[in-house]
């Protein structure tokens, strides 16, 4: 083989496996929001009255398709401690999107694998908290 014909046959073999990496998501289930997930929920302004914590999130279907209940909670000496009851979340189509929308501001997630990961930015556009979680088996 020449230079010129290992290199095609190198380009060859890239689109074929990213058309079979392709196909191979196009027919995966969508991702799940529906769990338990526990993790880091860090402040990003200081000095602020937010504090830095360790988070659990749980993530109920509600009679909305396209809807989640979203129950976050603390973890304080050990123990959970409710941060204002569930709030309603709405799933994107494909699901791998939450977003939430209490008056102060706009809860958004992303689900990628066993993570979730998000951000809390207030009504003004300032992100205040950054999430990484994982779910909780």
Known sequence: MTC???????????????????????????????????????????????????????????????????????????QEEEMGGPMACHVSAKGAQLTCTPSYGVWRFTIRGDSLVGSLSLTNGTKYRDIRTARSR
């Open 4 to 78: 010129g014909t290992t290199t095609i046959a190198i380009a060859v073999a890239c689109l074929v496996a990213h058309g079979a990496f392709a196909q191979e998501q196009a027919n995966a289930p969508p991702p799940n929001p529906v769990g338990v997930w526990r993790g880091t929920s860090l402040c990003t302004v200081r000095p602020s009255p937010c504090n830095d914590e360790v988070a659990v999130y749980r993530i109920t279907r509600m009679n909305v398709s396209d809807s989640v209940s979203f129950d976050a909670r603390k973890v304080v000496n050990g």
